[in-house]
Structures are given as C-alpha cells and as structure tokens.
C-alpha cells in the first residue's frame, strides 16, 4: 500500500447499525479489518509507544498491559482469516 492509497479515504454509504471494529467483507472480496477510529488511533499511538520502547533498548515483553495491547491487534488483525471462521462455524455444528 503506497502513501497516496493510505492517505485516502473512501465512503461509503452509512449502514443501518454501527460497524464495529473487526472483520468484514465487501461482497465476494477478501475479507479484511475495520477498524473504527476510536479503537485505531490508541492503537497506532500504541504501536508507535512499542517502536520507542524497542528503540530505547527496552523488552515491550517485560509489561504485561502493553504485552496484552499488541496480542489483542494481532488478534483483530487476524480476525479476518477465514480459516479461522470456518473453524468455529465447524465447532458450533458439532
């Protein structure tokens, strides 16, 4: 994704109920993450906290509320895996 792409911002038309932060799917595209900007600016501030962190030499591992911030993105980002949705639409059948 080059800078021009991230810079944009596309709209589309407002949807009955709120879309919450997760996977979602746009017809028969890949899925993918939204992310409100709510949840998605602490998240980035986060993330740039975790870089300054590893810069000054420091274990982003060693804090259990920081360690549990980034499971928590990598678990939203992964969301959108439809492995994982198969997964546990074969758990609920059985």
Known sequence: MNEQEIE???VFPAQAERVESGPI???KDWPGVFMRGD???PSAM????VFE???RGEDPRA???T???AKSIVALLASCDT????QSQERDAA
């Open 8 to 10: 944009r911002t596309r």
């Open 25 to 27: 799917q746009f017809g």
């Open 39 to 41: 949840h998605a600016l």
């Open 46 to 49: 986060f993330l740039n906290s």
């Open 53 to 55: 962190m590893i810069e």
């Open 63 to 65: 804090d259990a509320m």
């Open 67 to 69: 360690y549990h911030q």
């Open 83 to 86: 492995r994982n949705h198969l």
